[in-house]
Every structure is written in C-alpha cells, then in structure tokens.
C-alpha cells in the first residue's frame, strides 16, 4: 500500500468512528413532527439574566448539583436555531462564546459570562422543531 492509500484509509475510519449521527439522526430530520411537549407558563426565574434565543420554550428547569439544567424547544431546524443562540449569546452584556460547532443533526454553543460557564445542546428531533438544553455551572 501507498502512503496516501494508508493515510486515506486512516482518515476514513477516524472520521466514520467520530460522527456523532446516526442514519436514524438524519432520518429524523425528514419526519413529521409530533405534538409539541408541555412548555412552562413563564421563563425560569433561575435562568435569570440568561439570553434567550428568538422562540425558545422552555419544558423544565433543575439543579444537578452545582449546575442548572433547563431543557425546551425552538421550532427551528439545526442551523437557525444554532445560528439564533450563537447570536443571543455574543450579543448579550458580559457573555462570550468560547467554542460552537455545528453538525448535521445537533449543534453546540459553549460560553463564559457573568460568572457562569457552559454550554448550549441542540438536537433536531424531527422536520422542524429543535431540542435544547442549557447547561449553566458557576465559573
């Protein structure tokens, strides 16, 4: 074998071993939507100063251990919706972005701010509704 025939088969199983979607990830990303889950009658008081994201509906809100976790919803697919928080987050007084990536079925925000670090999950669960859970740590 080559050196390039090595390397490409190297790089082939690298990037196969690490996607993080499954063929049934994209399939979801065809189907219909199912009804949409109960959502919180007002934002959570433990999110505070914590910019939202345009259309965000939040389901729950719970302390693990030092963290906040708060899980909702956009009806949004994966790039707007990655596109909507990135833009809250760098947009909001005192917060910064401190990674992102973005894949085919989910996306990740990271960020630092008012003395706070964490990360904003996304998941498309279906044609046009986007999962989301933020989690905040005391820095």
């Given at each position: 074998?080559?050196r390039i025939?090595?390397?490409?088969?190297?790089?082939?199983?690298?990037?196969?071993?690490c996607?993080?979607f499954?063929?049934?990830d994209?399939?979801?990303?065809k189907?219909?939507?199912?009804?949409?889950?109960?959502?919180?009658?007002?934002?959570?008081?433990?999110?505070?100063?914590?910019?939202?994201?345009?259309g965000?509906?939040?389901?729950?809100v719970?302390?693990k251990?030092?963290?906040?976790v708060?899980?909702?919803?956009?009806?949004?697919?994966?790039g707007?919706?990655?596109?909507?928080y990135?833009?809250?987050?760098?947009?909001?007084?005192?917060?910064?972005?401190?990674k992102?990536?973005?894949?085919?079925?989910?996306?990740?925000?990271?960020f630092?701010?008012?003395?706070?670090s964490g990360?904003?999950?996304?998941?498309?669960e279906?044609?046009s509704?986007?999962?989301?859970t933020?989690?905040?740590?005391?820095?």
């Amino acid at each position: 074998m080559t050196r390039i025939t090595i390397a490409l088969t190297a790089l082939a199983l690298v990037t196969a071993a690490c996607a993080p979607f499954s063929e049934k990830d994209k399939e979801n990303l065809k189907k219909a939507c199912a009804g949409a889950p109960a959502t919180l009658h007002q934002r959570p008081a433990e999110l505070k100063s914590f910019p939202d994201a345009q259309g965000i509906f939040y389901v729950a809100v719970q302390k693990k251990g030092p963290a906040t976790v708060a899980t909702g919803f956009v009806n949004k697919t994966i790039g707007p919706a990655h596109r909507s928080y990135s833009q809250a987050l760098k947009n909001a007084a005192g917060y910064s972005v401190t990674k992102e990536e973005q894949d085919v079925a989910d996306a990740e925000v990271n960020f630092a701010g008012h003395g706070t670090s964490g990360q904003v999950k996304m998941v498309q669960e279906c044609k046009s509704r986007t999962n989301v859970t933020i989690t905040i740590r005391p820095s």
